[in-house]
């Protein structure tokens, strides 16, 4: 019997996240997740536009609370779509799977009480730095007033989440990311949002780059 491009994809992922040592529940509710993301793509060209607009159908089923689980999946589960053998071998080699189910969370906190917040917040230097050197940015560019408060109240939103994280790097910035987006009710907000968790990255880590990094036009979804 034929099995068809997305289980293939399907199976080899869930294997490779075997050998890793996942258990037998972290891979029933992975696969879960996959069942509905697979049947979304089928017939789907491999693109990641395509994976990306797939993705978004799916999402939209997800409580807010697996919102960051799920998207962790649809990272790693990429790759073995498109079948792109040298990221899986990479994968593997060196960057491993998130397979540990309590992993940390920002505080629980609405949108309003977190841009409430932002008129009394107190910023650590390398908290000020990162916002000043964005700031900075987006004036050169020619961004006008309203919009550069804006995505600076955003970024200032991103580091008030990341304060109480263990370990300040990548992997705690998109969680921050995937448990913040939920909150944006209006798509025109999420996608300002999606912006700015990309251009402010750079800053935050310090990018000799970042001011390069500003206002871009680029495609605006979930999965980037």
Do not use: C
């Amino acid at each position: 019997m034929h099995i068809n491009r997305e289980k293939e994809a399907a199976d080899a992922y869930l294997k490779l996240l075997q050998t890793k040592g996942a258990t037998s529940g972290v891979l029933y509710k992975h696969s879960l997740f996959l069942d509905q993301l697979t049947l979304s793509l089928a017939g789907k060209m491999l693109d990641r536009v395509e994976y990306s607009k797939a993705l978004d159908i799916v999402m939209k089923t997800i409580p807010a609370n697996n919102w960051h689980r799920n998207l962790n999946i649809a990272r790693e589960f990429y790759p073995f779509w498109m079948k792109d053998i040298k990221t899986i071998a990479l994968f593997d080699l060196h960057y491993g799977f998130d397979l540990g189910l309590d992993h940390w969370k920002p505080l629980l906190g609405t949108l309003k009480s977190l841009t409430d917040s932002l008129d009394t917040e107190k910023f650590d230097t390398s908290e000020s730095w990162s916002l000043k050197a964005y700031t900075q940015a987006l004036r050169a560019e020619g961004a006008e007033q309203p919009l550069l408060d804006a995505r600076v109240k955003l970024a200032k939103i991103i580091l008030i989440r990341l304060r109480d994280a263990p370990v300040k790097n990548n992997k705690s910035y998109r969680t921050v990311v995937d448990l913040t987006l939920p909150l944006f009710n209006m798509k025109e907000n999420k996608q300002l949002f999606l912006a700015v968790i990309r251009e402010f990255y750079y800053f935050w880590t310090g990018n000799p780059d970042a001011v390069n990094k500003v206002l871009l036009d680029s495609s605006e979804n979930i999965l980037r």
